[in-house]
C-alpha cells in the first residue's frame, strides 16, 4: 500500500494504522505533541490507533512551531 | 470620536466591516502581547496604529543586534544602549500614536505572574518563543474565558490558531502534550512578520465586533508564498478545556513529556 507522508512516498503494510506509522517514523504511538491530517482532515489524538491507512492516503505531520 | 482620531483612522473607519463603531470598540479594548519579538514586533505596531485603547506587553530580554532582521520595531541604537525590548518598544509605539495607553514590562511571564497580566485585558496575543509558555497561556485564557491567538514560526513557516474558550478547539485539542524543548528555530524574516500581521488582524476583527474566531489553524509557508487552513475540532475530553485541568498553571501537575 501506497502513501504520502509529508511529500514523500511510502510503501507500508496493508492496513497500517496511524498509530503504526507514528511509531514506524519513531515517534511515541501515542502522538500527544502532534497533530495529523489526513487528505487534509484532521485527526484527533484518541483516534490514531483506530484509524488504519488506506491506499493513496496524504498523512501530514505538523508539530506546533516555538519561534517567534 | 475626537475630529484627529476621525482623521487618523479614517481609511479603516471606511472599511464596511470595522466603521466608526468598530473603531471605538478598538479604542476601548486592552490587549496583552505576550513577547516583544518579531511577532510581537508586528503585532504591537499593527495595533498600536490602528488605536487598540491599551496595549500591556512583557518581555524580559534587551534588543540584541542577532534580533533587528526580524524585529521591526527596534534599530541599531536601541542594540547599541542595551536597551531592553520592552521599553524600546514602548518609545517606538509612544511616537506612532500618542494616543494608546501602553504598559511595558520587563519580566518574564510566567505562572507566578499570568493571572495578574491578565487582568482588565480583552484579549491576548501569543508573541512568545518558548512553548512551554504557550501552554501557560492556553491554561490561564482558558480558566479566565479569555480569547487568545496562538501564533509560532518554524523557517519559513508559521502557524496560528485563535482560541475561543468553551466555543472552539484550543491549543491541548491539538497537541494534548507539548514536544521535549528544543533550540531556537532558524526564521526566515517574512514568517513571524506574516504570521504576527494575520494574528493582529484577526485580533482587531475580534475586538472590533465582539465575534468569535473560527476555530482554523492556519498554516504559512512564506517561502512558497501559501496560507491554508486545516479545519480543527474541539477534544471534548481535551485536559484543559474539557476536563479544565490546569496543568501548567500553579497547582498543576505539568506532564512529563517535554519537560523544561
Redesign the interface.
Known sequence: MRVTVDGERRDLPEGTSLAGLLELLGEPADG????V?IN???V???DYAGCTLREGDRVEI??????? | MRGDDLERYSRQIMLEELGEAGQERLGRAAVLVV?C????SAQLGLLCRAGVGRLRFIDPDRVELGNLHRQLLYDERDVAAGRPKAEAAAAHLAAVNSGVVLEPLVERAGPGNIAGLLAGMDLVL??????RL?YLLNDACVRAGLPWL?????GA???LLAVEPGRGPC?R????????P?G??P?FPPA?VLVGAQQAALALRRLATGEPLPGR?L?LDAWQASWRA????R?P?CRCCGARRFDFLPGGKVPD??DG
Open positions: 500527544r505533541h502532534l497533530l491530517e487534509g482532515r484532521f484527533h489524538p484518541r505538523v508539530y506546533p512551531a516555538f519561534g517567534g | 513577547g519579538g518579531a511577532l510581537g501569543d508573541a512568545s518563543d518558548d512553548l504557550r496562538y501564533g509560532g514560526v518554524d513557516g508559521g502557524m491549543l485539542c491539538l497537541w494534548p502534550d507539548p514536544p521535549a528544543a531556537p528555530p526564521v513571524p489553524l498554516l486545516l479545519q480543527v475540532e477534544d475530553h513529556a517535554g
